[in-house]
Structure formats: structure tokens, C-alpha cells
């Protein structure tokens, strides 16, 4: 009986496989070298190692420069469901933070837009509460600013004071006027909340949630996406009115690691991944990616807690190749 290969013998085979990783996955915030990846080979059994390499290699891996190729497609998708000018059109993030990957999205589709220039930054809306000036209809502007003339002209006559009223109830009605063009111009606006990926569609359903009651349903409300699960497609549309714009085809279920008609891993393979899952101790909801969504999507800049936990965790030492943040360990690289 021949003897099982050792760690050794099996990374001296697999050089030049290791090697293609290491440039796969170059520019991830914390460098996966050869070193990483050995370490995280050999957290397997020696018998098991051959699976995890396979692992590896089958991540779908979005470097910056695959991102970026990515834009345009997003571009043609987002303009099919409004219109080609984009008239009427604003970008919203998913995340205010500056720096955050939905700010890097954005900047890139405002590159390729050739949208850079200051006068096109009303287009592009920065703050969550910016919002609220499309939650609220023209016309109950209207009848606001309606409401503050007829309080000042049934102010009590005081003669000092007749010549500010005149002014301010002046500037009132400008206001009405630039509301009536506004009107006049367009009553429906397409509002497009931009994102890199969907993988349950559980964080945005939560973001909805306090963004939702500035919802205003004369307009029309989108989520753009690089990549998205069909999983968290599904989930957004069943729990918010938005519609989904995605740059490529929806990843389907049968794409789930663990799924039946999923020929990439054997039977045999599919098996020691689980247990391997199983072993990093995290709840069902956890256990195989976030709500169960058993991506192998990893984005340069981070990765989600939608991959499985061994390529993301450091939980209990494990080394994963993928930590959530650039200085492990924290709460959320140990899945906490």
C-alpha cells in the first residue's frame, strides 16, 4: 500500500499551481503570497490538501483591473432601464464611508461616464439624508412653501415690518416658480443605489429598512450590481420595491458549492470542505457563507462574509487567505 503524500511532497508538486495564485490574486488588501497560501494548505490533513488547493483555484477572483472591466457593461445595463442620456438619473452608495468599495464603484462609473466635473455633482449623492429632498413630493413643497406666504400675510399689520414680509413672500414665490419648472421638467426620477456585490441581499434589505421611509413611489428605485447571487436577487426583490441591475449574469444556485448538480467538486470533495466549515464552530447562519449563499466571489478590495468561513476567517488560528481586514485578528475577521 503506497504511503499517503505528505504536506512537503504535495507543495513541492504544486509549485507552479501556487505560483498562478499568487499572481491570480494579486492587489487583495492583505497580500496572498505563497507563503499564505502554503500556510493555508497545510491547515488541511495532508490527504485533504489536494481539495483546498482546488478550492482555491476555483475562487472567482475580481482583481481591480477585472473590476474595472466590469464599468461598462454596468453602464449599458443601468442606461437600458432608464434611458441612454441618463437624464433624470442619480447614484447613490450603499455605504456613505469614503473609501468603501461602493465609493470606488462610483468613482469608476463617473470616470467612464466622463461625469467628473463639478457641475455633474448633483447627479451623485453623498449622504443618506440628501434623500429626503426625493422623498418628498413637488407638490407638498408647493403647498409648504403656500402655507409660509399665507402665515406672513396674516401676520398683523406692523409698518416696520411690511417691506421685510414683501421681500421674504417674494422670495417665496420664486421658489414656487423654480418648483413648477422642476414639476414641468420631469415628475419621475431614477434613483440608482450603487453596490459591487449582492450575495444573500440580507445587508441591503437591512440598509432598505432605514432607508425605506424616504421611499417616494413616483420614482423609480434600482440596485446596481457588478456580480450578484440569484440568492440575494431573489431576497432584495421579495423585500423592497427596487429593481436589480446587474453588469453579469446572476450567479444560480446551482453555482452553490454544496449543491447537487454543482459538477466542479466531487462528491468525496464537497464532503471535506464541509467538515472543514463544520470545524470553525460558527452558527447556521454562518456556517457556509452568510445565510447559507456558499459564494466563491472575492472582491480585491475585501471580501464578504458571503465566501466560506476557512477562506475568511482566522478563527482559532486557521489561516485564511482572504481576511476582511488588512491587520487580523479583529471581531470580524474571526467571524464574530
Known amino acids: 500500500m503506497s504511503q499517503p503524500i505528505t504536506h512537503i511532497q504535495f507543495i513541492q508538486t504544486s509549485r507552479n499551481r501556487i505560483k498562478a495564485l499568487v499572481k491570480k490574486f494579486e492587489g487583495y488588501l492583505k497580500p496572498v503570497n505563497q507563503t ?3 500556510q493555508f494548505l497545510k491547515a488541511f490533513e495532508s490527504e485533504h490538501s489536494p481539495t483546498g488547493l482546488k ?21 449599458r445595463a443601468i442606461k437600458k432601464k432608464t434611458n441612454n442620456t441618463l437624464d433624470n438619473v442619480y447614484f447613490c452608495p450603499t455605504d456613505e464611508s469614503s473609501g ?25 449623492i453623498k449622504n443618506f439624508s440628501s434623500l429626503v429632498d426625493f422623498s418628498v413630493n413637488i407638490e407638498d413643497k408647493i ?17 416696520s415690518e411690511m417691506d421685510g414680509r414683501k421681500i421674504t413672500i ?6 414656487i416658480g423654480d418648483l413648477e419648472i422642476e414639476r414641468i421638467q420631469s415628475e ?15 445587508s441591503f434589505v437591512d440598509f432598505w429598512e432605514d432607508i425605506g421611509p424616504m421611499y417616494n413611489e413616483k420614482h423609480h428605485y434600482y440596485l446596481a450590481s457588478l456580480v450578484a447571487h440569484k440568492q440575494g436577487i431573489e431576497h432584495i426583490k421579495a423585500n423592497t420595491p427596487l429593481d436589480i441591475i446587474v453588469a453579469t449574469k446572476p450567479i444560480p444556485y446551482t453555482k452553490k458549492i454544496f449543491h447537487d448538480k454543482n459538477k466542479i ?13 463544520d470545524d470553525m464552530g460558527f452558527s447556521k447562519k454562518h456556517r457556509y457563507g452568510f445565510n447559507n449563499t456558499q459564494s466563491l466571489v472575492v472582491f480585491y478590495e475585501r471580501s464578504s462574509n458571503n465566501i466560506l468561513p476557512i477562506l475568511y476567517s482566522r478563527k482559532n488560528g486557521w489561516p485564511a487567505p482572504f481576511p476582511r481586514n488588512r491587520f487580523p485578528p479583529d471581531e470580524e475577521d474571526l467571524g464574530l
Open 188 to 202: 419621475e426620477k431614477n434613483i440608482i443605489f450603487v453596490d459591487d456585490f449582492i450575495g444573500s441581499g440580507a
Open 36 to 38: 499564505a497560501i502554503i
Open 55 to 75: 478550492l482555491l483555484e476555483n475562487v472567482d477572483y475580481y482583481s481591480n483591473d477585472k473590476t474595472s472591466k466590469l464599468i461598462l457593461p454596468l453602464i
Open 265 to 277: 467538486f466531487k462528491k468525496e470533495e464537497k464532503k471535506i470542505i464541509k467538515k472543514y466549515c
Open 143 to 159: 403647498y409648504s412653501i403656500q402655507g409660509q406666504i399665507s402665515a406672513i400675510e396674516n401676520l398683523p399689520d406692523i409698518a
Open 170 to 175: 417674494e422670495q417665496l414665490n420664486l421658489e
Open 100 to 124: 468603501s468599495s461602493t465609493d470606488t464603484i462610483i468613482r469608476k462609473l463617473r470616470n467612464e461616464l466622463r461625469l467628473e466635473d463639478k457641475t455633474y455633482d448633483f447627479m451623485f
